[in-house]
């Protein structure tokens, strides 16, 4: 299955065909979140219209788990398998991870102030996502910051597969210490502690930003693609031409003589 | 071995080591990364009561005073113990009796005195009127005075 993929023009082929499909689900869904959100759902009983910033926060916050969680596959893959097109998907999901988590951020900070009443406070939920935040932008900055390019996919490869370990500890934090941030809602054992008229426009919001990840990650993976190609022919036209010029420099030295 | 299976244990191996390190510093910094105590970890000498420190439970029912000059009073209270607070300033939107709140100051004798207010927000999500409708019927799963969840 993973083979299949190994060449970019198969991968491209069926990109092209999902590529519609995913920006079509992506947009009926977010308008019809937004929908639901913003006009069809009743404010909370105790935060009032403000719980309506939940339905972007908590779907980026997800969001921010998912593509990390896709990273450190993909930097697995690209480290153990050295499958071609693994570390460039990882390339491709990285920036829409960082995104959404400063989505998070953002958003979690302007619900924080009404309602907490402070913008930021460092307890372990929101400082491990902060520190998810600098992973993703370390992946990114570790990437370009070699040389040659192999090394700086084999650094960003590590640091994703070792920064996973913050996933668990972002989604248990709650749990595990005494945060400031309320616990999970939606996934726990006891079933959502969250009424279904506001479950629905969270689940149309959570799977139109899926949708949008699919979208984004196929638009990055053609500029991916395309970027190799460029430095693979750069790289075999300066072959070319050391190889040309070793030519006729031999060339010459034998008319010398 | 395969070449691709040896990078596959070194990898896992590896994962194993700094996963369990990393388990380890978090256990060891524990009482740092607590944002705060409750009432009980004050009444068994948990906390450092010279510093400051974050102080967390419910605000309990009809214990809300306020004074004048913008100060309030108002007692901290988890399953056992309770703790007096009192605090000047403004009061976030969701402070209020029975919700959860984190107060940040001192000890000074036995009443807190807090310089912040934070209200704590706890999982549930309703609508006004089914949250209403189950404290009518009795179901009301929310959290009572003593700080335990009603059953």
Not at chain 1, 102 to 129: E, H, N, Y
Not at chain 1, 237 to 254: C, F, G, H, L, M
Request: include cysteine; glycine fraction near 8%; hydrophobic fraction near 50%.
């Amino acid at each position: 299955m993973l083979n299949r993929f190994a060449n970019p023009i198969r991968f491209l082929r069926l990109a092209d065909q999902i590529q519609p499909w995913a920006a079509i689900l992506t947009l009926v869904l977010f308008a019809a979140g937004l929908y639901f959100a913003l006009f069809n759902s009743p404010p909370d009983y105790q935060q009032g219209e403000t719980v309506r910033i939940m339905y972007i926060h908590v779907p980026s916050a997800w969001m921010a788990l998912f593509c990390y969680t896709l990273l450190a596959i993909t930097s697995g893959v690209a480290m153990i398998w050295k499958h071609p097109l693994a570390n460039l998907a990882g390339r491709a999901t990285a920036p829409i991870g960082a995104t959404f988590t400063f989505l998070a951020l953002i958003t979690g900070s302007i619900w924080g102030k009404p309602m907490w009443g402070t913008w930021w406070v460092w307890d372990a939920r929101l400082t491990s996502m902060f520190i998810l935040f600098f992973l993703y932008l370390g992946y990114i900055a570790l990437q370009d910051a070699f040389d040659n390019a192999e090394g700086g996919s084999k650094a960003a490869a590590i640091l994703a597969l070792v920064g996973f370990i913050n996933v668990p500890i972002i989604k248990f934090s709650v749990d595990w210490w005494n945060t400031l941030h309320q616990p999970a809602s939606v996934i726990k054992f006891s079933g959502p502690a969250i009424h279904s008229t506001m479950l629905t426009p969270l689940l149309l919001t959570a799977l139109a930003f899926k949708g949008y990840y699919v979208w984004l990650f196929l638009i990055n993976m053609r500029g991916e693609i395309a970027e190799a190609r460029c430095r693979a022919l750069q790289v075999s036209q300066i072959q070319n031409a050391q190889v040309a010029k070793v030519a006729t420099s031999d060339a010459r030295d034998a008319h010398a003589d | 071995m395969k070449r691709k299976n040896k990078r596959l244990t070194f990898v896992m191996i590896a994962l194993i080591f700094v996963g369990s390190a990393v388990a380890l510093v978090l256990t060891a910094f524990e009482e740092n990364i607590v944002f705060f105590f409750s009432p009980t970890d004050l009444e068994s000498k948990k906390t450092p009561t010279k510093q400051r420190f974050r102080l967390g439970g419910l605000v309990a029912k009809a214990s809300v005073k306020k004074q004048g000059g913008g100060i309030t009073q108002f007692q901290v209270i988890d399953a056992t113990n309770s703790v007096l607070v009192r605090y000047k300033g403004i009061l976030p939107d969701l402070f209020r009796e029975g919700q959860g709140v984190v107060v940040e100051g001192r000890l000074n004798g036995s009443v807190f005195q807090a310089d912040e207010v934070l209200a704590k927000h706890d999982e549930n999500y309703m609508p006004p009127e089914v949250a209403e409708a189950l404290k009518k019927s009795g179901q009301w799963q929310g959290i009572n005075t003593t700080g335990s969840k009603a059953q």
